[in-house]
């Protein structure tokens, strides 16, 4: 992966955001590699990428966050199903949408969804890792991209 | 006219529906996969699907293949985050009626399905 490709996985994020509320612009902030400790929130939607790149993408956030995001689909949640229901779709929409640049061979699994600030996630062996800071009405996420 | 949502998000399913209310349609059905949406359409015939392509147990292109063996004239609009142009063009090729790329917004949705309906 060059670093200029993580730029399809910036514009992704500001997209989905943008959908859910274009009067909150969401803030990104420098991306940076990190090789261990993923910055994992409360919750954390996984892709796994095969084909074309191999590796993980994932998208990390807290409850508060998510929670606004269900209120802006006008969706009520009984229990925590909704929100690991929803940071999964957000993983899964940044990664398909990336097939925008690195086209159909790029192939990406459905979610798996942790809970928690590590859960069972290990970085794939040869990967560069990028960390992507986010801020939406105030509230952290990260995007992180590790492919080969 | 009744409506088959298809798509492993429950949050996603419920958007759909919630935007696609109208007097229009009388009855919704959801399927969180291909194998369920194939079962219920092989019941229900439904008047119109929205079919997502990522999805656990049968992917959404090989559910669009079934349920048109079944009914070759299924109006079908794929909703997708695979927002890459051949992905689009083999739905299409295979006999979708429509694609929209997710993230969706409710006009867009709205829009993409009165085309639908109109062909």
């Excluded at chain 1, 959908?19 to 990190?34: F, G, H, N, R, T």
């Excluded at chain 1, 892709?47 to 074309?52: A, E, P, V, W």
């Excluded at chain 1, 949640?77 to 398909?96: M, Q």
Aim: net charge negative; proline share 5%.
């Amino acid at each position: 992966m060059k670093d200029e490709d993580i730029q399809v996985f910036i514009n992704s994020a500001r997209r989905y955001f943008h959908s859910i509320d274009a009067s909150s612009p969401l803030v990104v902030e420098p991306p940076y590699v990190k090789e261990n400790s993923p910055p994992f929130l409360e919750y954390t939607g996984v892709i796994r990428i095969s084909g074309k790149a191999k590796g993980v993408v994932c998208f990390t956030a807290n409850n508060t966050l998510l929670r606004q995001i269900l209120a802006e689909l006008h969706d009520e949640p009984k229990d925590e199903s909704a929100i690991r229901d929803l940071v999964g779709e957000i993983a899964n929409t940044l990664s398909g949408n990336a097939r925008e640049q690195f086209g159909k061979e790029f192939l990406i699994t459905v979610p798996v969804i942790l809970h928690g600030q590590q859960g069972e996630f290990r970085f794939p062996a040869h990967s560069r890792n990028y960390v992507v800071p986010l801020n939406w009405r105030s509230q952290s996420a990260y995007l992180l991209v590790c492919l080969e | 006219m009744t409506l088959l949502i298809v798509d492993d998000s429950s949050v996603v399913r419920r958007a759909i529906e919630r935007d696609l209310h109208s007097g229009d349609i009388t009855e919704v059905d959801q399927a969180q996969d291909g194998e369920e949406a194939v079962r219920l359409y092989q019941l229900k015939r439904h008047d119109v699907i929205t079919l997502d392509i990522t999805m656990p147990k049968m992917d959404g292109l090989t559910c669009l293949d079934k349920i048109l063996q079944i009914n070759p004239n299924a109006r079908i609009l794929i909703i997708s985050a695979l927002r890459d142009r051949a992905t689009a063009i083999d739905a299409i090729k295979r006999g979708a009626s429509g694609f929209l790329c997710k993230p969706i917004n409710p006009p867009e949705l709205r829009e993409a399905f009165e085309l639908m309906l109109s062909d």
